[in-house]
Each structure stands twice: as C-alpha cells, then as structure tokens.
C-alpha cells in the first residue's frame, strides 16, 4: 500500500516536472525575445547615456556663460552709473551758477533803484531835467535784465529736466540688479539639472559627468537670489482698495497698496 | 540722521545712497551682508536701517530679527527694500518686524514716503 501510495507519489512529482518544462519551452522564446530586445535596446541606452553626459557636460559653459552675462551687466550698470553721477554734478553745479546768476541779476536791479534815489536826492530840482533820460536807459537795462531773467528760467527748466532724467536713469539700473538675481536663480537650476543628470549617468554604469570637466561651474557659493525678481514700473504695482482679507494667499505678488495698507495698521 | 544702507550688489547700495542724497539725507555708511551690518551697528552710531533681503552670510531677515533681539538696537527703525514681492514674503518680514516695505524698483519719492511714514510713526 505504502510503495504504491510513494510511486503515485512519484509519477504526481513528474507531472510537475513536466509541466514545469513544459512552461520552461513555451518561456524560451519569449525570452529570448527579452534577451533580443535589451540587445536591441542596449545601444539606444548608450545613445541616451551619451546624450545624458554630452547635456551634462555643456551645462557648466552655459552656467559661466549667464555668469559673465550678469558681470558685463555689472559693469555696465557700473560705467552708467559713474557717468550719471558726473551729469548730476554737474547739472547741480550749473543749478548753482544759474542761481547765482539770477541773485546778481536782483543785486544789479536793485542797485539801479538805489542809484536812482542818490541821483533825485543830489540832483533835486535839476532831477526832471534828467529823468526822462535816466527812464529810457534804465528801461533799457531793465529790459536786459528780464531777457536774461528769462534766459535764466529757460536753462534752470532744461536742468531740472536732465536731473529728472538721469534720477529716471539711476532708478531704472535697478534692472541690473533684478536681472542678476534671474540669472542666479537660472544658475541654480543649471546647477541641480547637472547634479540629476550625474546621478543618472552614474546609475546607468557610466563615468561620473564631472570626470569630462575641464569648466568648473562659477556658481558662488552662498548666492543668494530671488527667483520671483521682476522688473515693473516703480510704483506700478499700486491697488485703490487692498483686499487684505486675501492677503495671505501663497503665490500672489503684494502690491504697493497692499503693503502700505499692512504696515498702517502695524 | 544717519543711514545704514545694506546689500550685497554694489550698484543697489549706491542707487539707494544716491536716492536718499537725492531726498535730503546725506549722513550715509554702507554694509554688504547682515553680519557687517551688525559690526557696523555696534560700533557706530547709526538712526535708520535700509537693508535688502538676499544676501549671503546673514540676509536681512535674519538682520531684522538681530536688531530686534539686540538689547540697545531693537527699537532701530528698518525698511527692507527687496525683490521679493510675494504675499507671503512681505507677512514674513512683517512677522520679523521690519517697520516697512519697499519692493525694487522704487523711486525717490517712494523712499522718501516710507521713510516720512515710519518716523511719523515712530514719533
């Protein structure tokens, strides 16, 4: 009983043999088919690997590339800078000339009156004799000056107008500033695809990407930078009515009278 | 009265010096960081902070709230000029208590209002 309960035994545990080769035959092609796909996807692999490591190797040349873009920026903005001061000085030393020149203008006037009163003084009676002709010449000199009074005005305009002008100019250098900070913010991102892009190299068996380096990524260490910097017309950013209610909501950029409105009540 | 301008660009500080040269004040001394704005303040007797908020070493939130901690310094008054124009980024220096506000680009005019708001204020 027991040896022919062990023989069923047996032939049972042949049977799943069997079938197990059986399953083995029929998985044969399609692994062989796996096996001709990953040959066939292996190169593709290697395209992509090289591809992931000729990215990653240019991302160093285009990081340094913003970066000079935001030093020339600098020294631009530095150069405008310098020469603005000079306009300034320059418009405020003709603002002072002008002044003066118009404070001469009233000492030369009033001088004149004072002349006139020491002329009917001494003169007296003999003064109608010469006053017609002390009118006409002193109209003419009064005519000079209000010509020149009026020259004065027109040159006083003309430098409070490039002092505005070169405030304007001074004010909107806040660009480069803006710009920079954009940059770095770019920079960054540069800096942490490279990073990802190493990793996956790295994983896919190949060399790290900072071993085919010979630019080094300027990032400065510490840079500091808003990504959110934008550039909009001073004061542009103005509401009537702020709705502080809604002030706390993420993502949202505050306005001027937003803030205005939140520092009021502080 | 005199001014602390603080911010790690060159062109910004001297933007800022010149704006308020522009609106009357002229009494004017510099730091690139928040850590030597701090070695500034206790060695020089300064009236009004105007600090940006990006900047290496110590930003200006973290100089806010220096100052603020400062036993002799805390009541110094401070106007952030900054980029940073999210909702989130003025509560945030609000909460730090700077005593205003200012996103770049400013002009005189609004330098010189913030400026008048908080010594009205503080008066």
């Given at each position: 009983m027991n040896n022919a309960t062990d023989i069923q035994r047996t032939l049972d545990r042949l049977d799943e043999l069997r079938s197990i080769f059986v399953l083995g035959q029929r998985a044969v092609p399609f692994i062989e088919e796996v096996v001709l796909l990953i040959k066939d996807m292996s190169p593709l692999l290697e395209n992509i690997n090289g591809s992931l490591q000729?990215?990653?190797?240019?991302?160093?040349?285009?990081?340094?590339?913003?970066?000079?873009?935001?030093?020339?920026?600098?020294?631009?903005?530095?150069?405008?800078?310098?020469?603005?001061d000079l306009a300034l000085m320059k418009c405020n030393e003709l603002g002072k000339r002008i002044e003066a020149t118009g404070a001469h203008v009233a000492h030369v006037r009033g001088e004149n009156l004072s002349f006139k009163k020491v002329l009917e003084d001494t003169l007296g009676l003999a003064w109608p004799a010469v006053a017609a002709a002390y009118e006409s010449h002193a109209g003419v000199q009064e005519s000079s000056l209000r010509a020149m009074e009026k020259s004065l005005g027109t040159q006083q305009e003309a430098v409070n107008v490039l002092k505005e002008g070169m405030t304007q100019i001074m004010m909107s250098l806040q660009v480069q500033d803006i710009t920079s900070q954009q940059i770095a913010s770019v920079n960054h991102l540069i800096h942490?695809?490279?990073?990802?892009?190493?990793?996956?190299?790295?994983?896919?068996?190949?060399?790290?990407?900072?071993?085919?380096?010979?630019?080094?990524?300027?990032?400065q260490s510490g840079a500091t930078f808003d990504s959110n910097a934008r550039y909009d017309l001073p004061g542009l950013r103005e509401v009537t009515e702020p709705e502080l209610a809604e002030f706390d909501s993420a993502g949202d950029f505050a306005t001027m009278g937003d803030i205005d409105a939140l520092f009021a009540n502080q | 009265m005199k001014f602390l301008v603080v911010d790690d660009s060159p062109t910004m500080r001297r933007i800022v010096c010149n704006a308020l040269m522009e609106i009357g004040y002229t009494d004017l001394t510099e730091a690139e960081d928040g850590q030597k704005a701090m070695d500034k303040l206790t060695?020089?007797?300064?009236?009004?902070?105007?600090?940006?908020?990006n900047m290496p070493v110590m930003n200006g939130l973290e100089l806010t709230r220096s100052i603020r901690k400062h036993e002799t310094l805390g009541n110094l008054p401070i106007l952030m000029v900054t980029t940073r124009g999210l909702k989130?980024?003025?509560?945030?220096?609000?909460?730090?208590?700077?005593?205003?506000?200012?996103?770049?680009?400013?002009?005189?005019d609004i330098l010189r209002d913030k400026i008048d708001m908080i010594l009205k204020i503080g008066s």
């Open positions: 000729d990215s990653a190797s240019k991302l160093p040349s285009a990081s340094s590339q913003l970066e000079s873009v935001s030093q020339a920026t600098e020294m631009a903005t530095t150069e405008i800078l310098n020469l603005v942490t695809t490279r990073e990802r892009l190493n990793k996956l190299t790295e994983n896919l068996g190949a060399r790290s990407v900072d071993e085919y380096d010979d630019v080094n990524l300027r990032l | 060695s020089e007797e300064v009236d009004f902070v105007i600090t940006d908020w989130e980024d003025v509560l945030s220096a609000m909460q730090a208590k700077v005593n205003n506000y200012v996103i770049k680009p400013f002009t005189p």
